[in-house]
């Protein structure tokens, strides 16, 4: 079983690829991590080496985390140029997808079910799980990762088992 987080977060070493490593470790998901802001300019174009490696590895990916933080209401727009990357419908076809995403009050508590769960759909994941959505002030101990994990590891666990 491998998992891919794919950080949206233009920053690199975030709070959202924390939120995002230790959410995969929470559902006992090796895993490895893509730093969106170290692709930048190759997500712009079609055909970019970078990219097209990148693209790849999620779609060998048993799971997929996409982790961004709010911006504008939404996912970020590097987020969406990686996206862009796939074909609609078989893009991430096989593929889990959980989205997450990090924000700075409860206001967007939607915005991974409503905006960035249907993209991944869109794409051909499939996603069994409500999308995770953690304040950035207090994601790492309030108690919503472990809550979301309770209520939705189980599921992944019948769908992906983390042992052979």
């Not at 090796?30 to 300019?41: M, N």
């Not at 174009?45 to 982790?67: K, L, N, Y």
């Not at 991974?112 to 996603?127: D, R, S």
């Amino acid at each position: 079983m491998t998992a891919l987080i794919v950080v949206g977060n233009p920053k690199p070493a975030s709070r959202t690829r924390d939120a995002g490593e230790r959410l995969a470790t929470a559902l006992g998901y090796d895993h490895q991590t893509i730093e969106l802001a170290e692709l930048g300019p190759a997500l712009l174009g079609w055909g970019d080496p970078a990219a097209a490696e990148a693209v790849a590895r999620a779609q060998q990916a048993d799971v997929i985390i996409t982790a961004s933080p709010t911006f504008k209401a939404t996912y970020t727009g590097l987020l969406k140029l990686f996206l862009d990357q796939f074909g609609n419908r078989t893009g991430l076809a096989g593929v889990v997808g959980l989205p997450l995403m990090l924000g700075a009050g409860p206001a967007h508590a939607l915005a991974p079910e409503l905006l960035l769960k249907p993209v991944l759909v869109e794409l051909g994941a499939t996603c069994p799980a409500q999308g995770l959505y953690q304040l950035d002030s207090t994601y790492i101990d309030d108690g919503s990762r472990d809550s979301w994990v309770e209520q939705w590891g189980p599921v992944l666990e019948r769908l992906i088992p983390t042992t052979g």
